[in-house]
């Protein structure tokens, strides 16, 4: 007993259901270090258009990236819903993603997730999805953080 | 026992021992009379061993006890320095290093047993480089069938090893008490042949057979050492026994595989006398002994210590070797303690998080300050006053982590000896400044950039001494390296008297090399050519060499400074040499900065960086080149517009003067065209993180006391 409830627990990942727009994509929870409300951005010069620049988080320097422009997507308005997404994918130091809006948490099995997505849909826009997850009601890609941040270098 | 937590505390220390005898073999290769050298070099070698055993890393304790073997012979006179042996015993130190980095790395020691280093090191110790071998082979026969034949036994020095064994004060009584009782104490040097395998049985063997006899009060190596065969091919012994010398002989040579033995018969004062081989009471053997080595001495090509040194050399052995429980310490105590680093980053980083704070406080108490009765005045005091404590406690934890750049710059004389062997070349290093001080985290991290910079100095810098003398120079190159404070910033300049960049020479290569059109080339300045021997990729050597020239060099160098938020520039004239200038911040975590505002957006400037801050009315400026210049005091001034440069906002300004600020790099000013002044701020720089690439003027982030982040603007990236 004990051990089918371990596997089970083994097999359920939890992803935070976010949008941009329209669309609704799920980033790993194990990733995301904290979630913020919006603040007043440092703008830096000279750094890729994606960079909304760099806030204070608790004391360190943190720079942020918006997640529509990233994607390919045109820049959204600042709203009381938009929220700044604090990853921390390995040690370096943080990253701050902003996003138009935080939904809900989601549970998914690993069968509930298709990963062989065929790479010849319309944009550039899947380079960064790592797979769908079925949910109630209906399909959520699923980011593969570590292409959307490791290009930022 | 387990030894982890010591480990630190061993990889500092072995380090010192190695600078130590790096520093001193350097000493001894100008010098090979020089005692103080001989003794530092062998008290270093004796501490590493110490340390090696303790910690339970048998390669390196043996490669440093056969390295302290040889240097226990030349300070007893029986080995002399060459050119040959400094190789030699700086391939060991080299072997040395190598463990203990790999102990660094891994907290083991590694595989390498470096037989061939210790191989060498034999060869010496059997006899200066293996031609003493057959003398010293022949002697032995000589003298074997005589201990065969009579109990006198062999008491050749060389062989009777046992005399140098330091007895501790104990096993000096037990041997006393032993001679009073009418008993007889032994001493043996037993020698087991070279073709034995199982030394450690055999010695095995020896222990029993003697132990039917009598008794073993002493054994060198320990009885331990000798079970897990920590030995060459001798082992030492003391022996009490009622037994007559010639049976306990013939007991040990009963052992298959036992090559000679060596002993005597020790009455109360040679035991008081021996391991210190002085002789005081002008013993026989002592006397025999000195006999023996002289001419040994000279037959080995005339000693480093005339033959009439050694008793003197032998004492002051002696008597450092007797302390070993206690290592000579320097008289004078040391008012310094080991800190562990990452405790004084915690400590810093508290400071900087206590700054902070108080710029949070700062900005509201100048916010309450309109209400003008006194106890916002009182607030005001006392903010001030924390403010000037803060800023000295800052002082003061920054001056705990500043270290003298010395530690950098310690392997370099060694270096540019190799690379003198290695390239043919002579060349002569000058270091000057090593007491000038830099943080600690600078002081690790510039030792690889400034290697580079050598190397290239000796390699392509200078000229064979052939061209050298051809041109008038001394055949003898010389390269220095020189560091001071200026301001804020701590400068190294490396250079040599060498050839210098030959900018036609280097434009033709980037043709050549399609690094670009030949047109573009030829536009180039000749700074900016020099500027493309920094860029990746781009190597001028004619011909790999291992020394430099593999295309990661200057480039390495320029992007290493750079992460310590420096960097480098070169002066160079054909024919004459060339200096590389580094240039360094003092401090990485927090500096003094104008704060100024550029399009409705906050930066810092650091205050060393600043010469004055200038009112210029527009009228004034001129353009040379298409370029906005200034006429000040004389000087003409670059003007550079802060705002195009940081792609800032675009807001209406008084258009009739400019506020200017004039920074400074060297020699060179620059002019800074700012909206406007925002007043002077103790600053904590923080890194921008990897993710976000920017433009090298923005050198990091700090965050005001009102919470808000402001960028850092590095002035010496805009010349």
């Known amino acids: 007993m004990a051990d089918e409830l371990r596997i089970i627990d083994n097999d359920i990942t939890q992803y935070i259901v976010v949008a941009l727009g329209n669309e609704q994509y799920g980033i790993d929870i194990k990733y995301i270090d904290n979630i913020v409300r919006m603040q007043r951005i440092t703008r830096v010069p000279k750094s890729a258009e994606y960079f909304r620049g760099v806030i204070n988080l608790r004391g360190e320097v943190v720079p942020v990236m918006s997640l529509r422009v990233k994607m390919g997507l045109p820049e959204g308005e600042i709203t009381g819903k938009s929220r700044i997404i604090i990853l921390k994918v390995d040690q370096s130091g943080s990253i701050g993603v902003l996003v138009d809006e935080v939904k809900k948490v989601y549970n998914l099995r690993a069968d509930d997730i298709e990963e062989n997505l065929s790479h010849d849909s319309k944009s550039g826009v899947q380079s960064f999805i790592s797979g769908v997850g079925k949910v109630e009601n209906g399909l959520v890609s699923l980011l593969d953080l570590s292409t959307i941040i490791g290009e930022a270098d | ?719």
Do not use: W
Request: net charge negative.
């Open chain 2, 1 to 719: 026992m387990d030894v982890g937590q010591y480990l630190g505390i061993f990889l500092d220390e072995s380090q010192e021992h190695i600078q130590a005898l790096n520093d001193n073999l350097l000493t001894l290769e100008q010098d090979p009379e020089n005692e103080d050298s001989i003794n530092e070099i062998f008290r270093a070698a004796h501490s590493l061993k110490g340390m090696a055993g303790t910690m339970g890393y048998k390669r390196l304790q043996r490669l440093t006890h056969d390295t302290e073997d040889v240097f226990s012979a030349i300070r007893g006179g029986q080995m002399k320095v060459t050119s040959n042996l400094i190789d030699i015993l700086f391939q060991a130190l080299d072997a040395i290093q190598g463990y203990v980095d790999t102990i660094r790395d891994t907290s083991d020691e590694g595989e390498n047993d470096n037989e061939s280093v210790i191989a060498e090191l034999g060869k010496f110790l059997n006899g200066g480089g293996g031609e003493g071998d057959e003398g010293e082979e022949d002697e032995g026969a000589a003298e074997s069938p005589a201990e065969k034949a009579a109990a006198p036994v062999s008491s050749n020095s060389e062989k009777a090893l046992y005399r140098k064994i330091v007895l501790e004060e104990a096993q000096k009584d037990v041997m006393k008490d032993a001679v009073v009782a009418d008993k007889k104490v032994y001493g043996f040097t037993v020698y087991i042949a070279e073709s034995c395998m199982l030394k450690a049985a055999r010695a095995f063997l020896v222990f029993k057979a003697v132990e039917e006899l009598g008794e073993i009060i002493v054994s060198n190596p320990s009885s331990q050492d000798i079970e897990d065969e920590k030995f060459d091919l001798s082992f030492s012994i003391f022996v009490v026994t009622a037994e007559p010398i010639d049976k306990v002989v013939a007991a040990i040579k009963s052992v298959s595989e036992i090559e000679e033995v060596a002993g005597e018969e020790y009455d109360e004062t040679m035991i008081d006398n021996n391991g210190t081989e002085t002789g005081a009471a002008g013993t026989e053997e002592a006397a025999e002994d000195e006999s023996t080595t002289a001419p040994e001495a000279e037959s080995a090509e005339v000693s480093v210590a005339p033959a009439a040194e050694p008793k003197a050399e032998r004492r002051a052995s002696s008597s450092s070797s007797s302390k070993k429980a206690a290592p000579a310490k320097k008289p004078v105590a040391s008012q310094t303690i080991r800190v562990d680093i990452d405790k004084l980053d915690v400590l810093m980083n508290l400071v900087s998080e206590l700054i902070i704070a108080k710029n949070a406080l700062v900005s509201s108490a100048a916010q309450m300050s309109g209400g003008s009765n006194s106890e916002s005045q009182a607030i005001t005091e006392n903010v001030e006053y924390l403010e000037s404590v803060t800023t000295n406690l800052h002082e003061s934890v920054m001056k705990v982590r500043m270290v003298p750049i010395e530690s950098a710059l310690q392997r370099f004389p060694r270096m540019i000896r190799d690379l003198e062997k290695k390239l043919g070349k002579r060349m002569q290093l000058t270091i000057t400044g090593e007491e000038t001080e830099l943080d600690r985290t600078v002081v690790d991290q510039i030792g690889d950039p400034l290697m580079h910079l050598l190397r290239n100095s000796a390699d392509h810098g200078l000229e064979t001494p052939e061209v050298r003398s051809g041109r008038g120079k001394p055949e003898t190159g010389s390269i220095f390296l020189n560091a001071y404070q200026e301001g804020n910033n701590v400068i190294i300049e490396v250079g040599d008297d060498g050839n210098g960049i030959d900018v036609e020479a280097v434009r033709q290569k980037i043709i050549e090399r399609n690094y670009m059109s030949e047109e573009q080339a030829m536009q180039l300045n000749d700074k900016e050519v020099i500027d493309v021997l920094f860029d990746p990729g781009f190597s001028m050597a004619k011909q790999v060499t291992d020394i430099s020239g593999r295309g990661v060099g200057l480039d390495v160098v320029k992007s290493n400074i750079e992460q310590l938020g420096g960097d480098v520039e070169v002066k160079t004239k054909l024919g004459e040499g060339s200096t590389f200038i580094v240039r360094l911040p003092l401090t990485l975590a927090i500096i003094q900065a104008l704060m100024v505002l550029v399009g409705g957006e906050k930066y810092a400037i650091a205050l060393g960086n600043i010469q004055t801050i200038e009112d210029i009315p527009v009228s004034e400026i001129r353009l040379v080149e298409n370029k906005e210049v200034i006429q000040l005091r004389g000087s003409v001034i670059p003007i550079i517009r802060l705002s195009d440069m940081l792609d800032a906002p675009e807001i209406e300004r008084d258009n009739e003067n400019l506020i200017v600020v004039v920074v400074k790099k060297g020699d060179s000013l620059a002019g800074l065209v700012v909206d406007e002044l925002m007043g002077q701020q103790e600053v904590v720089i923080k890194s921008l993180g990897k993710y976000i690439n920017t433009s090298r003027i923005i050198s990091g982030a700090t965050i005001l006391g009102d919470g808000e982040v402001a960028l850092i603007i590095d002035s010496n990236a805009l010349f």
